[in-house]
């Protein structure tokens, strides 16, 4: 059920675009306008959270890549459906939908408007469906398929895929496929995952989305400021607004937990968490792995045999008890513990090359530092690695810094944490995006026809329990390449404040704000 649309009440504030807001200076250390509250106001009507995340934007917040789960993790977007505790669809801006045939969906809208006053219509939803399929790169959730998009009726939107695709409304639920007013839009029409540098415009999330926080000012990769959506379908947010801050270093994150300047921090450290009270740590198990991705294109890991002795040289065992002290299970494939269905079923991986002799080859292994813990797996692999006889170079970033070089095959190898059910919620979807020919997060650039077949073959498989056992099986022919090497499954440590309620937490990081989280 929900809220009967109230009209707008007057901005006393100019809009701006993304693209000027992301020049507006901030002062080191202080947040975007709001800050602690705490006055008359205040009391009367929420105060407003103070929250740290690990990344800054990377992309001028565009809602087409990595940026994506920054606008969802802080209730700024949403799609037509979302993801529930057990992972399958729900309603979210579409209340219903029924599949008309084996290409056509139709789903019935609900009531909601935009941040920007307007109506959430069918036009509306068609015309930001049919803008992230014109994406560059295309979004994970549409890697491996088309759709198009019609409106039927004063309600309605038709979607019809060209291929059957009986987990659309899983994909639906992905951040990057959030429905925005057609005014973020209006640079020219196509949004692009590269903050524009293809000259093809920015979309523009700012006071455009439907969230219950309207995102109002972005200072950089430095903080953003949101205040509550008043006319949020789901109900009036608890919190007067949020003030976000990008704290990329860890160990700050956990520093201003501890010492009250904000109520919420995202990805503590391993090596933090002892320092936190255990009231403020919640320990939540998650569909991200951190994996060895091995550059299958050019540079050492070129040869199969090479990336074979990548792989036997590397203890897993070592980075779940030692780097993160016990709080991460040794890597058993790309999909972990937290996808339970896979627990018992998975198929072992057939016709690997034989590890070859290293010889003192040279190669550049690459990862970022948003989590604290990946500089010190890379550290751990590369003495694993130079034991086996390769010469590490080692290169850390922060993360904002090393995407675009790493999806360019700039580095040999690359330590990433990727969260394999964050894209759709489909278990499919990951292995079409990261390891397929046309993938668009391809970070170990492998192009291999074994695989593309098994993608494909679960990608037209449309019973749940089957559609399972066909990714464990493109799941053990790409490990059968050797271009991923899972190291750790690892569960994420947020800090809550002791008067901070109704965080959102969940396996898929999709959230962590709602309209029921206050202190």
């Known amino acids: 059920m929900h809220l009967p649309l109230r009209p707008s009440p007057p901005r006393s504030r100019p809009r701006r675009s993304l693209s000027a807001l992301l020049l507006t200076p901030l002062l080191a250390g202080c947040f975007a306008s709001g800050g602690d509250g705490g006055g008359a ?114 309600t309605g939107v038709r979607i019809i895929t060209a291929d059957p695709d009986p987990v659309l409304p899983l994909r639906l639920s992905s951040p990057s496929l959030a429905v925005l007013s057609p005014k973020a839009y209006d640079g020219d029409g196509v949004g692009d995952g590269n903050g524009g540098k293809d000259g093809k415009g ?15 000012e972005v200072a950089g990769a430095t903080a953003a400021d ?123 991986p057939a016709g690997r090359a034989k590890a070859g002799d290293p010889d003192g080859a040279s190669l550049t292994l690459a990862t970022y530092d948003n989590r604290p ?48 059910l964050l894209d759709t919620g489909d278990p499919v979807s990951v292995l079409a995006g990261d390891f397929t020919c046309d993938g668009g997060y391809n970070l170990a650039l492998l192009c291999d026809k074994t695989v593309d077949r098994a993608v494909a073959k679960a990608q037209r498989t449309a019973d749940p329990d089957k559609r399972r056992d066909a990714a464990l099986a493109a799941e053990a022919a790409i490990l059968a390449t050797d271009a991923d090497v899972p190291l750790v499954h690892q569960r994420v440590i947020t800090g809550v404040g002791a008067r901070t309620s109704g965080v959102l937490l969940d396996p898929y990081e999709r959230t962590l704000v709602g309209a029921g989280t206050r202190r």
Do not use: C, M
Not at 202 to 216: I, K, M, R, S
Not at 394 to 420: K, P, T
């Open 373 to 420: 813990e990946l500089p010190e797996v890379a550290q751990v692999l590369k003495q694993q690695l130079e034991k086996a006889g390769f010469t590490v170079k080692l290169e850390v970033r922060e993360y904002s810094r090393l995407e675009s070089d790493a999806l360019a095959g700039r580095f040999d190898a690359f330590v990433g944490a990727r969260n394999s």
């Open 202 to 216: 920015v979309v523009d999330p700012v006071g455009t989305a439907t969230g219950p926080f309207e995102l109002t």
């Open 226 to 348: 949101l205040d509550r959506f008043d006319d949020y379908w789901g109900g009036r947010a608890q919190a007067a607004g949020i003030d976000a801050r990008f704290i990329a270093d860890g160990t700050a994150r956990a520093n201003a937990l501890r010492t009250g300047q904000v109520d919420l921090a995202e990805a503590i450290p391993v090596a933090q968490a002892a320092s936190l009270d255990a009231a403020t740590r919640r320990e939540t198990a998650t569909t991200r792995t951190t994996s060895l991705l091995l550059n299958t294109e050019s540079g050492v890991f070129k040869d199969p045999a090479l990336r074979a002795a990548a792989r036997a040289a590397v203890d897993t065992s070592a980075l779940a008890e030692g780097v993160y002290e016990g709080r991460a299970d040794a890597g058993a494939g790309i999909y972990g513990p937290a996808v339970t269905w896979a627990e018992g079923k998975r198929v072992k």
């Open 41 to 154: 106001s205040d009391a009367e009507d929420g105060t407003r959270l103070r929250v740290a995340l690990a990344f800054p934007p990377a992309e001028n917040l565009s809602p087409y890549g990595a940026d994506a789960t920054i606008l969802s993790r802080l209730g700024v977007t949403e799609g037509l459906t979302a993801l529930d505790a057990n992972g399958a669809a729900a309603p979210a801006l579409a209340a219903s939908w029924r599949r008309e045939d084996d290409r056509s969906w139709l789903f019935t809208l609900r009531e909601a408007s935009f941040q920007d006053g307007a109506d959430v219509t069918p036009a509306a939803v068609v015309t930001a469906l049919t803008h992230a399929t014109k994406a560059k790169p295309v979004p994970a959730a549409l890697a491996g398929g088309t759709l198009t998009v019609e409106t039927d009726g004063d």
